[in-house]
């Protein structure tokens, strides 16, 4: 699967949960971990975790695509799944706040998202 399909397919994903302020960066310049990085929040631990696992069960089921890693789960203050090329981060907005990946990672050019409902 072509990384910009894991993309787009994710995105899609999380918008089916009702994720929101979803943002992509290309930190393919800086990071030799990943390609990818995509932000979206979820407005409880209920929400983080529907998001996240709707991600993860519809590339399984669909594309037969598991994640590397996952973790947080159990809490779902802040999850991440890690697809190597695409690390989707789900967070809480006062936890997205205080660990300010966007900022972390302000070097990196933001790409734009075009699907309908993303803000």
């Known amino acids: ?17 009702k ?10 310049e800086l990071s030799s971990l990943t390609d990818f990085l ?5 407005r409880s631990d209920r929400q983080v975790q529907a998001i996240a696992e ?15 890693a996952v973790e947080g789960m159990d809490q779902g203050r802040w999850v991440l799944l890690d697809y190597g090329d695409v690390m989707i981060h789900v967070f809480q907005p006062l936890v ?3 660990y300010d990946l966007e900022g972390l990672w302000s ?9 309908v409902g993303v803000e």
């Open 38 to 42: 995509l932000i979206a929040s979820g």
């Open 96 to 98: 997205r706040e205080f």
């Open 1 to 17: 699967m072509q990384t910009n399909e894991i993309v787009d397919l994710a995105v899609d994903f999380a918008l089916d949960k």
């Open 107 to 115: 070097e990196a050019p933001e790409v734009e998202l075009k699907q």
């Open 54 to 68: 709707n991600i993860r069960s519809e590339f399984k089921h669909q594309h037969q695509l598991l994640p590397l």
């Open 19 to 28: 994720g929101f302020d979803l943002k992509l960066f290309d930190v393919r």
